[in-house]
């Protein structure tokens, strides 16, 4: 608890711009968010008023960042497992539970466990060596995704592969990296929907959305998701709701889909606030962030309605060559010509690819919408007007041949 305020005191492993934006909706609720960060300089370090210095990996330092908390959450899953469960032993609540957050630390668990409950996933298996990649490619043929099964995001960690390429498979298994592969899923787009779920069991969800990616990363995401027929929609919230009852996931909880011409296929589990659900700020009367908050602390969940018929959030990411005008004087010029535009920035340096912040446009039509949120995503990342994001010289990421 606050001592100040008698306001529970929520802790958050990790310190990047989710736990920034949770820390902004804390405020508004009275609490107080505490931060483990490995840095000082971290989005969420910068702003927060209790940090705890230390790696997710030290338990002396999770002890201390849960010292007077009402409850341990996260805003990434890299956490040891052993760690997670030592917590609860000591009496920490941790939401979601070791148990629940296995499923977002580890694909090839959340493969198995979704399929065991009938859940539509891609034909998987695990690769020990190259005779597994060769077995599974025989019976599914080329080309195929190979991922690592811990870790990995944006694009990291995933490897499409559309021929033999025996040497980069070696690599990889040389490295100790722990992978499965699975099949390259034909696909329409892809889509997320993100639930959040109480210890008591109440759950609520957004709009399904539609997530545009480059290069492995997302750049816009469309809410709602556009031309997406009502049964499909209705299809993914309630796929949604059922992971996470069959999960006992509490808190955030974002499912990552494929639509297919055959139907939804899951693609990938997060628990946590979302880059999927950061158009809620603006566009719902509940944010993800005050969502999270709510649902870890067990209270009654807040309205998911869209303020908004169209609405595009689309990320800022750092351009391959350093824009000649200053992220400052980038603000001022987009100020004045889109003052609707509404701009989150994450207070990282910039960097090739890097997401540095998100801008977010309400209106009506989403042509118009869309246009606005890439002109103002791309004239802060590169200090031009342009609104093609092929143009923007995202550095293209270490792929093995293929991808």
């Known amino acids: 608890m606050s001592t100040s305020s008698g306001m ?8 990047g711009q989710l736990a920034r934006m949770t820390h902004q909706a804390a405020i508004a609720l009275g609490q107080s968010l505490r931060v483990l960060a490995v840095r000082a300089d971290e989005p969420a370090a910068q702003v927060a008023p209790h940090v705890v210095l230390g790696a997710a990996d030290d338990l002396d330092a999770l002890h201390t960042l849960a010292r007077g908390c009402h409850v341990v959450t996260f805003d990434h899953e890299q956490v040891p497992q052993e760690h997670l469960r030592a917590l609860v032993e000591a009496g920490v609540t941790v939401r979601p539970g070791p148990e629940a957050l296995l499923h977002a ?31 599974f490619v025989a019976d599914h043929g080329w080309p195929v995704v190979l991922k690592a099964v811990r870790g990995g995001y944006d694009g990291r960690g995933v490897w499409l592969l559309d021929g033999p390429d ?9 490295a100790g990296v722990p992978l499965m592969v699975e099949t390259a899923v034909p696909m329409r ?168 912040g998100h801008v977010t446009v309400l209106g009506d039509e989403f042509d118009v919408v869309r246009r606005r949120a890439a002109l103002a995503a791309g004239w802060l990342a590169t200090g031009t007007w342009s609104d093609g994001w092929s143009t923007h010289g995202y550095a293209a990421q270490r792929r093995v041949r293929g991808g």
């Open 8 to 15: 529970p005191a929520v802790g958050m492993v990790g310190a």
């Open 105 to 135: 630390q580890d694909k090839l668990v959340m493969r198995r466990r979704l399929a065991e409950l009938g859940v539509p996933v891609p034909a998987h298996a695990p690769v020990s060596d190259l005779a597994d990649l060769k077995a």
């Open 166 to 174: 025996p040497g980069a498979v070696e690599e990889l298994l040389a």
């Open 189 to 356: 787009r892809e889509l997320a929907v993100q639930v959040a779920r109480s210890p008591f069991g109440q759950a609520a969800t957004w709009p399904v959305v539609e997530t545009v990616q480059a290069d492995g990363q997302c750049v816009q995401v469309l809410a709602p998701a556009p031309g997406l027929a009502g049964d499909t929609a209705l299809a993914a919230q309630r796929l949604a709701l059922r992971i996470a009852h069959e999960l006992a996931v509490v808190g955030l909880l974002a499912v990552e889909l494929f639509e297919t011409d055959d139907g939804l296929l899951v693609n990938e589990l997060a628990m946590r606030p979302h880059n999927s659900g950061h158009w809620t700020i603006e566009g719902s009367r509940t944010s993800q962030f005050e969502q999270h908050l709510r649902a870890v602390l067990d209270y009654p969940l807040g309205a998911t309605t869209p303020t908004s018929p169209a609405v595009v959030m689309a990320n800022v990411l750092g351009a391959a060559r350093s824009p000649t005008m200053s992220l400052d004087e980038r603000l001022h010029h987009l100020f004045a010509r889109f003052p609707d535009v509404r701009v989150h920035l994450y207070g990282k340096a910039e960097r090739p690819a890097r997401k540095v």
